[in-house]
């Protein structure tokens, strides 16, 4: 964040709050002219900051009201076999988010789905067949008290 100055981090804060506004709109905000702001932009993307511009959409309408938080254990630890346990995860698209943790349990995925009769197909059919899985522990979630994808600098 060194290279970053109050001009660059208020940029990425509107972004944050709507990638849809346009260079022409935080200009008027920053009040600067369109064209430093268009290319403080693109250095923020050519130097990784910004990684990229997504729609959020809403899980309930699209029939994916149900997310759960499963914890995983892996029998073995072995560098293959969590290389193959990555590889499998990540083919899954009810599973949007991963993590590896530690204490008593290796990841942790959050899971969408529709209801329990769907994460019950989930397990049965799909999470099941993952090779090396010694244990799970499935979290319901009742209901989502905080829920941002802005980053707070």
Known sequence: MENLDKTDLEILKQLQ????????EIAAKL???VTPVYERIKRLEREGYITKYVALLDKKKLNLGMTVFCNIRLK???RNIGSNFVKDIVALPEIIE????????????KILVA???SYQDFVMNKLSTIENIGNTQSIFVMGEIKHSTELSF
């Not at 991963?98 to 995925?109: P, Q, T």
């Open 31 to 33: 009040f600067l002219t």
């Open 17 to 24: 709050a709507n990638s849809n506004i346009t260079t022409k």
């Open 98 to 109: 991963c993590y590896n943790i530690a204490g008593d349990y290796d990841f942790m995925l």
């Open 76 to 78: 073995e630890h072995a």
């Open 115 to 117: 209801d329990m009769t």
